[in-house]
């Protein structure tokens, strides 16, 4: 199987993988994934080079030893989980959706949880709000929006909530509602720490006053967290092709306000009838990019590493769009599927 086939099903299966391959010096070539507490290694480099890679959550291209390493973190979208089904979920459920979270939404009311109420939700859970936490299983890192109907509900949310690793946690409700649900998490024995991973009163200050506009509070709130926590994070589903034979183009390094994100990605066919897929920024530099890896299908290598100035102008826009990448190509083939 391709080894980015194997990256795909454990970010399908696990939510994250981490790939990494050595791109120079010893060991070139040796590869390592790493999801959910597994780890395979491919190649030469033994347990003992890779000992403590799986930690890296992040893409860089690194030394280790006498060699040069370059590591992808790839991570499905964002889970939401939003508890209650009302007005401002139902409104929140759109914009997260659109925002390019995958949104489940929880009621203990079947008519508050249909389909036509939540088109935009992945999935739509019917349940009292204390055993779904024994019955579903909730993503790690995943985004809570606690958006009941009542105190005791959202109480019930919240101290469960606080057991599971989140990345954001909110809880709607006016601040004396908040002040007394913080003393009630004390009281049951939850720490300073614990509590103050709470968003609450949730979403950021905007002065909203309607569904949508608190919806949008809450959203644009959720969105700074992800950008901020999940920065260089990659996503697999570029590899849901079936050709075999192709070149992986990736933006490792940055700078300047260069239109590729450092993580962007980009598949370019050798069958060119089949063309690419992704993008490392369009412009110039992606063209120059291209041609650079057709003319790798040609030349007895798996690896190349090239930088490309944006700061050129473009001949055909006469725009610039300045900064500069750095681009590492791997090289796969039919032979590769093996592994």
């Not at 389909?115 to 709000?129: M, S, T, Y």
Request: proline share 1%; glycine share 10%; with cysteine.
């Amino acid at each position: 199987m391709d080894i980015n086939k194997k990256v795909y099903e454990n970010v399908e299966n696990r939510g994250h993988c981490l790939s990494a391959v050595v791109i120079s010096g010893v060991y070139q070539g040796s590869r390592m994934i790493s999801a959910g507490g597994k780890t395979e290694i491919f190649g030469d480099a033994g347990q003992d080079f890779w000992n403590g890679c799986e930690n890296v959550k992040s893409t860089d291209i690194c030394k280790i030893k006498s060699s040069t390493v370059f590591f992808k973190y790839f991570s499905s979208h964002p889970k939401l989980y939003i508890f209650g089904g009302g007005h401002v979920a139902r409104e929140l459920c759109k914009i997260c959706a659109m925002c390019g979270f995958s949104v489940t939404v929880i009621d203990d009311r079947e008519e508050f949880v249909t389909k036509e109420r939540f088109e935009d939700a992945e999935k739509r859970v019917c349940c009292d709000f204390e055993s779904v936490f024994d019955k579903q299983n909730f993503a790690e890192d995943a985004y809570f929006a606690v958006l009941t109907r009542g105190h005791s509900y959202d109480q019930a949310c919240i101290e469960n909530i606080l057991k599971l690793p989140a990345a954001y946690v909110g809880m709607i409700g006016s601040r004396k509602k908040v002040v007394h649900s913080f003393g009630l998490l004390k009281n049951s024995g939850f720490s300073g720490e614990d509590i103050s991973r709470i968003n609450s009163p949730i979403g950021l200050e905007i002065g909203a006053k309607t569904p949508a506009e608190i919806a949008v509070s809450i959203a644009a709130q959720m969105i700074q967290v992800k950008n901020t926590q999940r920065k260089n994070i990659l996503d697999a589903s570029l590899f849901k092709y079936d050709e075999t034979n192709y070149i992986l183009l990736t933006v490792a390094e940055k700078e300047g306000s260069s239109p590729a994100e450092k993580g962007a990605m980009m598949v370019v066919f050798e069958d060119r009838t089949k063309g690419a897929v992704g993008t490392v920024g369009g412009g110039n530099a992606e063209f120059m990019a291209v041609k650079r890896a057709y003319k790798l299908f040609d030349e007895n290598k798996e690896f190349y590493v090239g930088e490309y100035d944006m700061d050129k102008e473009d001949s055909n826009t006469k725009m610039v769009c300045g900064g500069r990448v750095k681009i590492v190509f791997e090289k796969f083939s039919e032979a590769d599927a093996g592994i």
